[in-house]
DNA sequence: TCCCAGGCGGTAG
DNA sequence: CTACCGCATGGG
């Protein structure tokens, strides 16, 4: 067991980060903590008097250095928020409330699986439906007398049939895991490949010759593994806030998405992504 | 109960 | 190229 101490970090707010709808295994416990499951590591994080104590047992490299990279620790926001606070009041507004936000390092296959789960679904179930594949298919790991388990690898996934993803409760989405993690599998498509990609765009058309992995899915991920910041993954929250915002048509849902795409790329300057993610958990939060 | 969910794939026009 | 539809499931 590791333990590791931060002190007056920027930008750093354990709910904002959690439950801004970029990752799916972290949860809040009655102490106010949260533990996730990470690669091959739990996780536990506490705020105390401006303090945020990390603790998990590392099993692959240091714990600081996992920390650190995960959690994105290296980044400055405040010229990201500088920036964004400078287009209009209403993202000065979106980033005092989301004020600490930050994208996490996550897994690019666990990413991947996890984005097309989120299709046409709401974010209780996602969750609930991860739990399960890694339950089933994941490694177990114990910590602090509780039992946890790992996001199953593409090798661990591939011994499920299709039928067996259904019993997952995957709905429709079965034969889109399945066929995913084939191709991922025999490197029909190779993430390390796509790691080293030089453009968005690259990244972008490869990705999308997975199963399931649509323009949102795929920015989704560009965004959230990949770091991506110019991507604008576009939802009904995101299409619903721009349209209050901005746009003002009676019917969202006919505003079309070039012309959100433009209107992102114009106004936030590459780093759409950013403004995206304070805009969703805003409006996400506040409601109607 | 009924509507909806961080959409995608397929098909028709 | 765009427009539309069906899809499984369960949360609220």
Redesign the pocket.
């Known amino acids: 067991m590791e333990t590791y101490v931060l002190e007056n970090l920027d930008s750093f707010n354990l709910i904002h980060i959690f439950e ?3 990752c799916f295994r972290w949860n809040k416990n009655e102490d106010g903590s949260f533990t996730g499951v990470v690669k091959n590591t739990v996780i536990n994080v506490i705020e105390q008097e401006n303090k945020f104590v990390f603790t998990g047992v590392c099993k692959d490299g240091n714990f600081q250095e996992f920390i650190k990279e995960y959690f994105d620790l290296e980044t400055d926001y405040s010229i990201y928020k500088e920036k964004l606070s400078k287009v209009d009041s209403y993202l000065k507004e979106s980033i005092e409330f989301g004020n600490g936000i930050r994208i996490l390092n996550q897994d690019l296959w666990e990413c991947i699986i996890s ?2 789960i ?9 969750k ?1 439906i991860i739990e399960k594949l890694s339950l089933n298919y994941g490694e177990k790991i114990e910590f602090n007398n509780k039992v946890y388990y790992t996001f199953p690898t593409p090798e661990k996934l591939s011994k499920a049939t299709v039928e067996d993803l ?1 019993g997952m ?5 079965d034969k ?1 895991i399945f066929n995913t993690t084939k191709m991922i599998l025999e490197k029909q498509i190779d993430l390390d490949k796509i790691k080293n990609m030089e453009t968005t765009d690259q990244m972008r058309e490869e990705l ?1 010759k ?11 991920i560009l965004l959230f593994s990949l770091k991506r910041m110019d991507v604008f ?6 299409r619903r806030v721009m349209n209050d915002l901005y746009i003002h048509n009676e019917n969202e849902e006919k505003v ?1 998405k ?1 012309e959100l795409l433009n209107l992102a790329e114009e106004k936030f300057l590459g780093l759409q992504g950013i403004a ?2 304070y805009l ?2 805003w409006k ?1 939060e506040m409601g109607a």
């Open positions: 801004c709808g970029q984005f097309i989120s299709a046409n679904n709401n974010i209780p179930r996602i609930k259904r409760g995957l709905g429709f989405r889109r999308l997975l199963d399931g992995v649509g323009p949102k899915v795929a920015d989704c993954p576009i939802d009904v929250w995101v079309n070039k995206q993610q969703f958990y996400r």
